[in-house]
Nanobody, 125 residues
Framework: QVQLVESGGGLVQAGGSLRLSCAVS????????SGWFRQAPGKERECVAE????????YYADSVKGRFTISRDNAKNTVYLQMNSLKPEDTAVYYC??????????????????WGQGTQVTVSS
């Protein structure tokens, strides 16, 4: 069983920063790729950022490029999402996901088998 636990969400004013963490635990697992997704009320879940295990490949949604940074600490089995210059439109529940197979490019949410419970991020104007 693989478990993911997100933390770091909260309420922040526009222009502020938050750092989300996702701790991965469970039986031996090769999280070849990790991703952060978000879902706002009434909207579909969308990919925010992805990173491969060695960090050599990253992907960012156009809406967050230059503001968000995804990283991982393999020794701690933890994935991070540093979010700067936050905007009200970044308000959503943020989810961490991992997969032990990387397809070679950006993957939709449906291809990730393991998910965290989500953490709320609210950006006030």
């Amino acid at each position: 069983q693989v478990q993911l636990v997100e933390s770091g969400g909260g309420l922040v004013q526009a222009g502020g920063s938050l750092r989300l963490s996702c701790a991965v635990s469970g039986r031996s697992f090769n999280s070849a790729v990790s991703g952060w997704f978000r879902q706002a009320p009434g909207k579909e879940r969308e990919c925010v950022a992805e990173v491969t295990k060695n960090g050599a490949w990253t992907y960012y949604a156009d809406s967050v490029k230059g503001r968000f940074t995804i990283s991982r600490d393999n020794a701690k089995n933890t994935v991070y999402l540093q979010m700067n210059s936050l905007k009200p439109e970044d308000t959503a529940v943020y989810y961490c996901a991992v997969d032990n197979v990387w397809s070679g490019g950006p993957a939709p949410a449906s291809e990730y088998p393991y998910w965290g419970q989500g953490t709320q991020v609210t950006v006030s104007s």
